[in-house]
């Protein structure tokens, strides 16, 4: 696919077939030379992917008592996870807010790129930038700013309530913290998912436009029926991305617990419980079987939506 | 960029659709004040004493007294100047680890797209897989990991585990497959450079586009990361400036009575941390913006 019919020539007649023995240490050296560029990304990923992933695999085999020391335990902190309430809650709530969530987000920055893309002047280019400035903006900082807004003493929630007098809800107590939290992240990421398909659209041959016009398309047309289907890979692109990184949904809650008055629970989502059960409880090696369930299921959804989507040419092809 | 006006024929609307983008440019204004929200308060109440941020008069404008740089004294005095230390931490996290990252990611990148070898389909199978692991659920088994090794607690914690970065790779490899031609390698081959002076002088250049994304990528991923150092560190000292707000955080919403002066810290904390990224977000625009497209076109 990628060598070109000069560089075919340029090897000399018949080099595919015939191979002499200098063409075959030539070789030899370049295939070194491609593994000497990997390598050092090789040791990395190995280091520190590969060895962190066997490890908790190997830890959450096992279990650790004060009486009966460290046993090697089969899948007892499997069993133990998916049967625990409260990392079922936390998975429970996680998948209810990607499925909210996700569609929500998607659906703005789409109708926000197309809209970029046909209008040009210079206040779209404007607030283009704004919507993309809170990806620049930590995760943490997202979350205590919205924090303070949707506090009843710090935000304007309470004089908006208050000059119809009545009090402000606390955006973040039992009842509203899922759609507190769904606009936190939808702030934060819909920016940089806008760009992607921005890019995407801004990648499209403008001959198409033409030739739709000429059929006489109008613009919704030509939005839903010739943009849309050609951005499909970078929907899905971020459709991942917004999988993988919801899923594991820590941040945020994380940082709004202490102002949430109860609303955000330490098991609020299996990172957090995973997390909690860590560093509060020095329980390891369940905290190891959470992690890694949690990732191996991660993967293989994505996986498998990859598999299911798959296109020649795209991501996984 | 603003070649637009000189150019009337570009895939741009012509001139009676201005009328007709109003409705458009409505909804984008609604949106930019939507987006806006969170950084108006902040920069409204950096300008704030913590009992003008509880009893002011209003939650989204000026209080009486206007008080910045009283603010940013106290923020940068507080606690022996611990907050410039965070600053401090943070750069120098981003900083290694997005270069570290960057570096391994563009020869990785450019390793894979220019030469064939045994093994190069399956590792990129690996390596595409690896995009889809959450690193996050990698967090606690580090740790773990790193405690063992006793490098918990140093600032290789959290700067050697951001040397990751498959997605990175999986760029810097589609981009050099496009951007660098195998002609111009070979011709430099011919003329008698070594792979690697082949790299640095002919191809690296050409990359240019590509490195300078996945650098500021990488470099905001770790300056904006949270749970790793969070999990890390246990020495304030070490904190980059989202764990050290995090904490600040946590501890005046413990304390609601003597907490109150941590609260304008806060704020004007959160705002002088997001500086740095908003301007290099504002000035290399046309790298990024060009950058991101590598990942969507595919």
């Known amino acids: 696919m990628t060598s070109s019919p000069a560089i075919v020539s340029a090897r000399g007649p018949g080099a595919a077939r015939v191979r002499t023995p200098g063409q075959r240490t030539a070789q030899r050296r370049k295939a070194l030379t491609g593994w000497m560029f990997i390598a050092p990304f090789g040791v990395v990923f190995l280091l520190f992917l590969v060895a962190p992933l066997l490890y908790a695999l190997g830890l959450s085999l096992f279990t650790k008592g004060l009486a009966t020391g460290t046993q090697f335990a089969w899948f007892a902190n499997y069993i133990a996870a998916f049967t625990d309430p409260s990392f079922l809650r936390g998975v429970g709530f996680v998948v209810s807010f990607s499925l909210v969530l996700i569609p929500i987000q998607m659906a703005v920055s789409l109708a926000v790129a197309l809209v970029l893309d046909a209008v040009t002047t210079r206040f779209a280019r404007f607030s283009r930038l704004v919507i993309f400035l809170p990806y620049a903006i930590p995760a943490v900082i997202g979350a205590i700013m919205w924090g303070f807004l949707y506090s009843p003493t710090f935000g304007p929630l309470g004089q908006l309530f208050g000059l119809v007098g009545a009090h402000a809800p606390s955006l973040l107590d039992g009842d509203h913290v899922f759609g507190g939290l769904i606009n936190v992240v939808t702030w934060q990421w819909a920016g940089y998912y806008m760009i992607i398909i921005y890019a995407a659209l801004q990648g499209i041959d403008p001959t198409i436009y033409e030739a739709a016009k000429i059929d006489g398309a109008n613009a919704r047309q030509v939005a839903f029926r010739i943009k849309l289907p050609l951005v499909t890979n970078a929907l899905l692109l971020i459709l991942v991305f917004a999988l993988i990184g919801t899923l594991q949904f820590f941040t945020e809650p994380a940082v709004l617990r202490p102002v949430s008055n109860g609303g955000i629970t330490p098991d609020f989502t299996p990172n957090l419980y995973a997390y909690t059960t860590a560093f509060s409880y020095a329980q390891f090696n369940y905290a190891s079987a959470m992690s890694f369930a949690l990732g191996i299921v991660v993967f293989i959804c994505v996986y498998i939506f990859l598999f299911l989507t798959r296109k020649r040419g795209s991501f996984l092809s | 960029m603003t070649t637009m006006t000189t150019t009337p024929r570009q895939s741009g609307p012509r001139r009676p659709q201005t009328r007709r983008n109003i409705a458009p440019q409505l909804f984008l204004a609604l949106l930019v004040i939507y987006f806006l929200i969170p950084l108006w308060w902040m920069v409204i109440n950096s300008s704030k004493s913590a009992a003008g941020l509880f009893g002011g008069t209003g939650a989204m404008w000026f209080a009486k007294d206007i008080d910045y740089l009283g603010n940013l004294q106290d923020l940068f005095t507080y606690d022996g100047g611990i907050y410039l230390r965070w600053l401090g931490n943070s750069a120098l996290y981003a900083l290694a680890g997005g270069i570290g990252s960057t570096v391994i990611a563009v020869l990785a990148g450019y390793g894979f797209a220019k030469f064939a070898f045994r093994g190069r389909n399956l590792s990129f199978a690996l390596l595409l897989g690896s995009v889809m692991v959450p690193l996050t659920a990698l967090v606690i088994p ?157």
């Open chain 2, 142 to 298: 580090t740790f773990i990991l790193f405690a063992n090794l006793h490098l918990t607690d140093t600032i290789w914690a959290v700067i050697l585990p951001s040397l990751l970065n498959p997605f990175g790779v999986y760029l810097m490899r589609v981009y050099a497959g496009d951007a660098v031609s195998d002609d111009l390698l070979d011709a430099a081959r011919v003329d008698g450079a070594g792979e690697f002076r082949t790299f640095l002088q002919v191809a690296l250049p050409l990359m240019r586009p590509a490195v300078v994304t996945v650098l500021l990528l990488s470099m905001v991923a770790t300056w904006n990361n949270f749970f790793l150092p969070l999990a890390m560190l246990s020495d304030n000292g070490l904190f980059p400036v989202t764990v050290g707000l995090g904490l600040w955080q946590s501890l005046a919403s413990a304390n609601n009575g003597g907490g109150h002066s941590l609260w304008s810290l806060i704020v004007i904390g959160s705002l002088v941390s997001i500086i740095p990224l908003v301007i290099a977000f504002l000035s290399l625009q046309k790298y990024w913006q060009g950058g991101l497209t590598i990942g969507s076109l595919k």
